[in-house]
Nanobody
Framework: LRCSAGVGGGLVQPGGSLRLSCAVS????????VGWFRQAPGKEREAVSC????????YYPDLAKGRFAISSDSAKNTVYLRMNNLRPEDTAVYYC????????????????????????WGQGTLVTVSS
């Protein structure tokens, strides 16, 4: 499973919603995990949502629980990130990424930066949350 460029970013007001999309290829049980990561200016890159496409099991860090939802549609070759109740601190460049191995959603969202070379990174899309 591989991600290309993320799309759907833009300017939204606090409390607003936004859906990001990324075209993917290679849906397979061999490489089932896909995730969304973000990097804000001056901050380290962090995981926000991860999904195992073979069983639809998701993992959400605390920052995303109740607000973000990751999903995939193999028929449309697309992975989505729905973001609700956005906050200014959500402002960041968002990246779709997949694991080149057989990680679970939990493992992907907990992968250490030293192991990010085991992942395929799509081009990011900028989300700006501001009034």
């Amino acid at each position: 499973l591989r991600c290309s460029a993320g799309v759907g970013g833009g300017l939204v007001q606090p409390g607003g919603s936004l859906r990001l999309s990324c075209a993917v290829s290679g849906f397979t049980l061999n490489r089932p995990a896909v995730g969304w990561f973000r990097q804000a200016p001056g901050k380290e890159r962090e995981a926000v949502s991860c999904l195992s496409t073979n069983n639809d099991i998701t993992y959400y860090p605390d920052l995303a629980k109740g607000r973000f939802a990751i999903s995939s549609d193999s028929a449309k070759n697309t992975v989505y990130l729905r973001m609700n109740n956005l906050r200014p601190e959500d402002t960041a460049v968002y990246y779709c990424a997949t694991d080149l191995g057989q990680s679970s959603s939990y493992a992907l969202c907990h992968k250490r930066p030293a192991n990010w070379g085991q992942m395929n990174w799509g081009q990011g899309t900028l989300v700006t949350v501001s009034s």
